[in-house]
């Protein structure tokens, strides 16, 4: 984006966001980068961020999510005029900034840490995407079966 933009910043650990957003501002001089507040854990007060996000009018919200939780938080409280565009960007702040430490670095450098991730993890991750593949498919066999009721329907 060429055009100047308010971007705020939530983030999932103090480090990650802080250094992200030097990295940010090196990019993209242009556009004026605000930290927010650099933790989302679960038991901070979350109001007071929701009051920073109303006193700063930004363009975009960029906010480092961990948990559905955390997603579900963004969905409840944060309203159309706080932010044109809100971004829950799970551990982008960690990946920027290189202190993602779940993650060996040969495994980031290479491109491969979903695939790591999910091999230390085939159960949970196996469930998590296993439910969501069916879904999907459910879903397109509804839509291709209505698609087809539709289609028979018009040529008559």
Not at 40 to 45: I, L
Not at 78 to 85: F, K, M, P, T, V
């Amino acid at each position: 984006m060429e055009i100047p933009r308010r971007i705020g910043l939530i983030g999932s650990t103090p480090e990650a966001v802080r250094k992200a957003a030097a990295k940010f501002r090196w990019h993209a001089p242009w556009h004026e980068f605000m930290i927010i507040s650099d933790s989302f854990a679960e038991t901070e007060d979350r109001a007071a961020i929701v009051k920073e996000i109303d006193r700063q009018w930004l363009d975009i919200l960029i906010v480092g999510t961990d948990t559905p939780s955390q997603e579900k938080w963004i969905h409840k409280n944060i309203r159309a005029d706080q932010a044109r565009l809100v971004l829950a960007v799970g551990d982008l702040f960690g990946a920027v900034a290189g202190t993602d430490h779940r993650t060996p670095k040969l495994v980031r450098m290479m491109g491969i840490a979903r695939a790591y991730h999910w091999m230390r993890e085939p159960k949970r991750a196996g469930v998590q995407y296993g439910f969501a593949f069916a879904v999907f498919l459910y879903s397109v066999f509804q839509y291709g079966g209505k698609r087809r009721k539709r289609i028979l329907n018009r040529s008559r």
